[in-house]
């Protein structure tokens, strides 16, 4: 969990350390250690949910596997079409072999293929939700809003050093990062602390640009604020009672 007080980060190749101090201190620590903290442990409960469908009986399946799409926002339009067309096997499968190191980041892509329903680009983000539950230490989330290398979009080029151009690539950004977040006194026994911290800074972002684009127009009052949009693209707004403060 979060400590009280930062501490140095050792330089890395890759990440620049000096912006994800930046970006821990600018971010995180605004938001206080207790909220911070209550964030973190929801994303670890929903890694856990997430993972315990791999055992899940056929009976119940659906209303677990449905329940576990809930957390994950993009996929909301498609959400009763992935649950009636992938089959309770398929997802147990690709949990389990991602917990088992048989799929790794790099494999993202036919991992998806794996799913039924939605277009690939919904199903990709499931896909990464599931490996990253199953395997955080090895697998970090890489829904799009993290990064795309494919498009080079997302929050992770904020971050420095040379654009990753592929999964593995990524991945070892993410880690890089993970590092350092506990070199700032942010350890944690997963890639949870990654995952709010991206989505802390990826949300704030996203307000700051719509306070520029629409100042004095009110559009950029319908936002909710860093944190609670945080939550909502972690996808664990409603494990959290006060997320909307």
Known sequence: MLGTEPRTAPATAGADPN?????????????GIPEVNRLESAVEAKLEQVRAIETRADAPFAAAFRSVLEGIVSTRPFRSEIVERTTPAAVRDLVRDAREGRLQPRDLASAADRLSGGPLEVRIDVASELMHAAAPDRIALLARWVWNPARRTGILAAYGGASPGDYPGTQARLGEIRLQLGALGFPSPTFASVDVLLALSYAGRLGEATDRSFQGGGIERLLPGPFPLATMLLGVRRRLVRADR
Do not use: D, I
Not at 19 to 31: D, G, I, M, S, T
């Open 19 to 31: 912006r994800v101090a930046e970006e821990f201190r600018q971010r995180v620590l605004p938001c």
